[in-house]
Structures are given as structure tokens and as C-alpha cells.
């Protein structure tokens, strides 16, 4: 798992610096053609991918988190089926990260003008947009997964006493309280600026 993260991070960290590299394509004219250095390194292009960043990060944690959960529950309601229903709530929890990444998304393209068709950022806004989405990217990439865990153990020991449902989804939403912080921090870094 750790290994995984430090894989992401190093790719988030990796394209940043990619984005401040000089082209190597050479233009014949100077004003005619743009280089990779122009595409990359202007604001508007930073925003758009610290925006794909909070989506694609926190997305991956929901993705891999509700798998999580979704094996323990088949596991569980195949051998007891009246726990089914019950059981859909704590699998849907982690996918709620996915849903934080892509309204932090969202805001940048309405605050960096994508939307309106009038984005003209300069490369210290987009690059402040782009460490803005950050904290709910990784938070939620790291919170989804691990929500999915204590969810698929949630389910474990309801299917062991089944009374104990309201503690587990009480153990699982716990680790919500992260994503939704982070989701705060980046909404509010977002619209501060």
C-alpha cells in the first residue's frame, strides 16, 4: 500500500516538474507555432491538471475502496442473504471521496473560468489551483481505501452479531471526517483566492 502512494505521489510530483521543463521541440516561427513548454506551462493548463488530479486520485481511492467493501459483502451475503441490504450503505461510504474530488474539480474549472470560456490564468494561479486540489486528491485517495477496509470489517462482525450494524457504519464514517476536511481545505483555498 505504501508503496502505491509513494508510486502516485512521485507521478503527481513528477508531471509538475514536467510542466516547468523547457520544449524540446524547436518552433521555425517564433509566433506561428506553440511548443510543449507552451502548453504546459501556462496557467490554465496548471489549474486543469491539479483539477484532474483531485478527481483521478480521490476516484482511485473510491474505486479501490468500494471494491474493498463490495468483496467482504459478497463474501458475507452469500452465506447469509438478509444482511444484503444493509450491507449496500457501507459499501456506497467509500465512494463518497470520488464524489469530493470531483466537486473540488469542478470549482477550479467555474473559479479558473474553463467553464465561462474565458480562462486566462497566469502560471502562478494555475500552479496555486493545482497544489489547492491536492489535499483532497491524496486524503481521498488514502481515506477511500482505508474506509474500505474498516467497512468490509464492519460487515464482518455484523455478520458474526447483527446488531451491531450502527457501529459499523459509526467506525467507517470516522474515517469520512478526513476527506470531508480536506475537501474543505480545498474548497476553501479554491474560492479564498
Known amino acids: 500500500m505504501k508503496k502505491k502512494v509513494i508510486l502516485i505521489l512521485s507521478l503527481v510530483l513528477a508531471l509538475v516538474v514536467l510542466a516547468a521543463l523547457p520544449s524540446f521541440a524547436a518552433a521555425e516561427e517564433e509566433t506561428a ?3 510543449l513548454w507552451d502548453f504546459f506551462y501556462n496557467g490554465t493548463t496548471l489549474s486543469l491538471i491539479g483539477a484532474f488530479f483531485a478527481v483521478a486520485l480521490s476516484g482511485i481511492g473510491s474505486a479501490k475502496g468500494v471494491g474493498i467493501a463490495g468483496q467482504t459483502a459478497a463474501g458475507v451475503v452469500a452465506e447469509d442473504p438478509s444482511l444484503g441490504g444493509k450491507f449496500i ?6 465512494a463518497t471521496q470520488g464524489i469530493y474530488g470531483f466537486v473540488a474539480g469542478f470549482l477550479v474549472m467555474i473559479k479558473n473560468g474553463v467553464i465561462a470560456g474565458n480562462a486566462d490564468l497566469s502560471v502562478a494561479d494555475g500552479m496555486y489551483y493545482l497544489f489547492a486540489c491536492l489535499p483532497i486528491g491524496v486524503v481521498g485517495l488514502i481515506s477511500a481505501i482505508h474506509q474500505g477496509k474498516v467497512a468490509a470489517a464492519g460487515m464482518q462482525m455484523v455478520a458474526k452479531q447483527k446488531d451491531q450494524f450502527g457501529k459499523a457504519i459509526t467506525y467507517a464514517a470516522v474515517v469520512e ?9 480545498s474548497a476553501l483555498l479554491i474560492f479564498l483566492h
Do not use: C, D, Q, R
Request: net charge negative; charged share 5%; proline share 6%.
Open 33 to 35: 507555432s506553440l511548443t
Open 89 to 94: 450503505a457501507l459499501e456506497a461510504l467509500p
Open 177 to 185: 471526517t478526513y476527506a470531508i476536511l480536506a475537501l474543505l481545505i
